[in-house]
């Protein structure tokens, strides 16, 4: 078993997105927990309210039950609702993470995993069933690439040790606030995976549970992809479907979060000749702009956010330098969020900045897009485009403050833990009728054929995937 068990300004969400009701606000401000009157609150669980139950995201249905208890008891000054066995509560923190390969022998299937998602490739209801044979054509056309990548790094991704780390030091960061958990690390694309994490948990008899995404800002595709795979497994378990959780969607407006964000920004301007003409560029990885537009991603709205928040931080300590937003690591013939940051590099080179500290403010952990991606390719495209001095704020890793506030983050969402269950809304009515589904299949499978022939496809395939 790979699981480790050691035992806040308002989104601007105006772009005909998700839009709470008075009542669901007030009902997330009475869920919403604090670790002081001025911090930032954290997004707990989606399954808070059966009145925000029902919104869909990335075209699934949420819905809580919460099942009444008795006593209370206290972990550092928080009051936890808990069963009249208070003595054996058993608090478990799941550690989700995207994963990576561990070997270069392990790049192909792991970014099988990867496409096979069907958050990360969202296909047609109608082409569903392409979606492992495209999966396993992209990885293969991809991974001898993808493999260089990681070569150039050490031979495989550091993430799971990362992780490993980070879960170790957050349950030290917790029993030192007075609460005894056991910590797990689920993987969404490689080991250990989340259903091994989840079977371990259950096994541990685990009686209140904190999900805690290894990501600042929430994204269908990673957040959600997770959130989407313990859904299943809680659904289709009598044991797991009882067991009170409490899900922290986003942290990236923690007051923790931020000050550690600035401290590493501050420490790292230190290191130019003429800090203040230092440019802050943010790097964040891109999404779909379809994801946004047509799912109702709030990832877009949550980034831009937490960039004014990091900069509000810095700017109340003397620190007023100029900073820009790019998105990175974009795959595929589709459009992705823009401004894209090889194209940023390129235009700051022409505009004359001569002096550039990356930000990779998607990540917590050290990977190939921070080891590779930023400090190489990007590295080398900015010195090409007039760039001088070019700096590299680290992922925040095991920083002392953010491993505080995650524990923080997770003491506050204790008490909002609450039996989840996810109803399948995404069987379609065809699969009970075989005729409908062979026409579908059939006319299916000549459209994709002839789709994946056609010049423009293999053209895709050519400049953007291989």
Request: proline content about 6%; some cysteine.
């Amino acid at each position: 078993m790979h699981a480790v068990s050691h035992s806040a300004v308002l989104p601007n969400l105006n772009r005909h997105r998700f839009s709470p009701s008075r009542s669901d606000i007030q009902i997330l401000n009475r869920a919403t927990c604090h670790s002081d009157c001025n911090k930032a609150t954290s997004q707990v669980s989606l399954f808070l309210s059966p009145g925000l139950a029902d919104r869909r995201i990335g075209s699934r249905s949420l819905v809580c039950r919460a099942f009444s208890s008795v006593d209370a008891s206290t972990y550092n000054g928080v009051a936890l609702e808990s069963s009249s066995h208070a003595a054996e509560e058993k608090v478990g923190v799941l550690l989700l993470n995207l994963g990576g390969p561990e070997t270069l022998d392990d790049v192909q299937p792991f970014l099988f995993n990867l496409f096979a998602d069907p958050d990360i490739i969202r296909l047609p209801r109608l082409f569903r069933f392409l979606q492992r044979p495209l999966a396993k054509l992209i990885s293969t056309l991809r991974a001898p690439k993808s493999k260089e990548g990681y070569a150039s790094i050490g031979g495989g991704s550091p993430l799971r040790k990362i992780t490993d780390e980070q879960a170790l030091a957050l349950k030290n960061a917790l029993e030192a606030k007075g609460l005894s958990s056991n910590l797990y690390v689920g993987m969404r694309y490689w080991y250990p995976f989340t259903e091994e994490a989840v079977h371990q948990i259950k096994r541990d008899r685990i009686t209140r549970l904190v999900v805690l995404p290894l990501y600042p800002q929430f994204s269908i595709s990673t957040t959600g992809s997770s959130i989407s795979v313990l859904e299943q497994m809680f659904r289709d378990d009598s044991y797991l479907s009882r067991l009170p959780v409490s899900i922290i969607n986003s942290w990236y407006q923690r007051k923790g979060y931020l000050k550690s964000m600035a401290d590493l920004i501050e420490k790292e301007l230190e290191n130019f000749s003429e800090p203040k003409e230092a440019m802050i560029f943010f790097s964040a990885h891109g999404v779909p702009v379809s994801y946004v537009e047509n799912a109702g991603d709030p990832y877009r709205d949550q980034m831009e956010e937490c960039i004014f928040l990091i900069m509000q931080e810095l700017k109340a300590r003397g620190i007023n330098n100029e900073h820009t937003l790019a998105y990175q690591s974009r795959v595929g013939p589709v459009q992705w969020l823009k401004p894209y940051t090889d194209e940023v590099l390129v235009e700051l080179g022409k505009k004359g900045v001569k002096s550039l500290l990356a930000v990779p403010v998607s990540f917590v952990s050290e990977h190939i897009e921070t080891l590779e991606e930023i400090d190489m390719e990007y590295r080398e495209l900015a010195l090409e485009s007039g760039i001088q001095n070019w700096g590299r704020v680290p992922a925040l890793g095991l920083t002392p403050s953010f491993i505080t506030d995650l524990a923080d983050a997770v003491i506050e969402a204790l008490p909002s833990a609450a039996a989840i269950y996810a109803p399948d809304t995404t069987r379609s009515d065809d699969m009970d009728d075989p005729v409908k589904y062979f026409v579908k299949m059939f006319f299916g499978s000549i459209f994709a054929f002839m789709l994946f022939l056609s010049p423009k496809m293999i053209s895709a395939f050519r400049n953007h995937i291989i």
